[in-house]
């Protein structure tokens, strides 16, 4: 057996040949790794960056508000053009957003802090583009037999590329004095986003001669499929503590540390419990107890955030997300699985996907920006005795996703 076809069967085992992953599913799994190697050299600016400029957690928090606040629309124009044209022409487009968004943040520099609303509005509209095409082509190279295989997959690559793609810009940023490094770093970004541009290349587009854009029936497919009303309610109450999650670690772990370098230690570590919950989802071969998971890993988390009330030092932010790294990931697989399933059954035969993918972020960015929004209007700062207090009770709202959801679809 060679080495590819070892490397096909992972993490299949002895799985049926059903089970097992398509070419164009590793092909998109190998895009995706391109594309988030890129995005992480270059996203060594962005949230960390502003709050270094301006040690400001209301500049980092309405940034993020302007980002996610923008996604929901960013994902309804990308599923138009995916509906009239194809998916893959969204894909596309959102790969050069983001790339001229980090070359217009390279260009700016320390200006970033005058623009921050008009660089967060730029950023949303590139993510939406982005992460609308490809959470329509996961479902698309995927079915429900080897759907949680590829999702656990698909968080080991990007995981994986999460850590290398730091490391490399910090060591290329290191080689040279003032911005010559990071131009060098972009260069790097770019070249990586140009090859899964390449890539993109090889997955071909569905024909299709229906190019409605059935948007506008969501509200009377809610009425008529309570379950998946529910499900994206879900998707809700997991944006109720993943907003805060996508820029308030690294910031936590600064104030504790107080070194970029040891940030990136710990960021490292973290990630590699990641990758370790995306192996087991990916290798493990009987049906999840959807209910189950998502309880327990909630309830591991809300007991850890408790360990932040007694005091935000070191060793409770690493217990804190020691938690979060190996449990959240179950969560977002769960959840991601469950309504992919439900989608498998909605009416219009499958051509209700990509409204659906742009329904379930709209749900999912209103709950991150509300949770934002608690932070700048009760924890304007990262000393703030409030911070912890709405950690804890945002944690607890995610014990709720597991009364949202069924066992069986």
């Avoid at 190697?37 to 270094?52: D, E, K, P, Q």
């Avoid at 949303?124 to 996961?138: C, H, I, P, R, S």
């Avoid at 990586?192 to 029936?217: C, D, G, K, N, T």
């Avoid at 040891?262 to 049906?287: K, N, S």
Wanted: with cysteine.
């Amino acid at each position: 057996m060679s080495r590819w076809q070892q490397w096909r069967r992972w993490p299949a085992g002895s799985g049926t040949p059903e089970e097992r992953l398509s070419t164009q599913a590793y092909i998109a799994l190998f895009i995706h790794g391109c594309f988030q190697f890129g995005a992480s050299m270059s996203g060594l600016f962005l949230n960390l960056y502003l709050w270094r400029l301006t040690e400001d957690l209301v500049i980092n928090g309405i940034f993020n508000i302007v980002v996610y606040g923008i996604i929901p629309l960013a994902f309804a124009t990308g599923g138009w053009i995916a509906k009239k044209r194809d998916r893959m022409v969204t894909y596309r487009l959102g790969i050069m957003m983001i790339a001229l968004f980090y070359l217009a943040v390279i260009i700016a520099q320390d200006n970033v802090v005058d623009y921050y609303v008009l660089f967060g509005l730029f950023n949303g509209m590139a993510l939406g583009l982005y992460w609308v095409g490809y959470l329509v082509l996961q479902y698309d190279v995927t079915d429900p037999r080897n759907r949680s295989r590829y999702l656990g997959i698909n968080m080991v690559v990007f995981n994986s590329a999460g850590l290398a793609g730091p490391a490399l810009a910090g060591f290329l940023i290191s080689l040279f004095e003032g911005l010559r490094g990071y131009i060098i770093t972009f260069a790097a970004a770019s070249a990586l986003f140009a090859v899964a541009s390449v890539f993109s290349f090889r997955i071909p587009r569905i024909p299709s001669h229906h190019r409605s854009f059935f948007l506008h029936f969501s509200g009377r497919m809610m009425k008529r499929n309570r379950l998946w009303l529910l499900s994206l309610i879900s998707f809700f109450v997991l944006g109720l503590f993943q907003g805060l999650m996508l820029f308030l670690p690294n910031i936590l772990m600064f104030q504790t540390v107080g070194r970029e370098d040891q940030v990136g230690y710990l960021t490292v570590f973290f990630a590699l419990l990641t990758i370790l919950t995306g192996i087991y989802i990916a290798r493990r071969r009987e049906q999840p107890h959807v209910r189950r998971d998502l309880f327990v890993s909630s309830l591991v988390i809300f007991a850890s955030t408790l360990v932040l009330l007694l005091n935000i030092r070191l060793w409770s932010v690493i217990v804190f997300m020691v938690a979060y790294s190996l449990f959240a990931p179950l969560i977002v697989n769960t959840l991601t699985s469950y309504y992919y399933r439900l989608m498998d059954g909605l009416p219009l035969k499958g051509l209700f996907r990509i409204e659906s993918v742009v329904l379930r972020e709209t749900f999912l960015s209103a709950g991150r920006v509300i949770s934002i929004l608690m932070q700048v209007l009760f924890a304007s700062n990262v000393t703030s005795s409030a911070l912890p207090i709405i950690l804890v009770a945002l944690a607890a709202t995610q014990l709720g996703i597991a009364l949202l959801v069924k066992n069986k679809t």
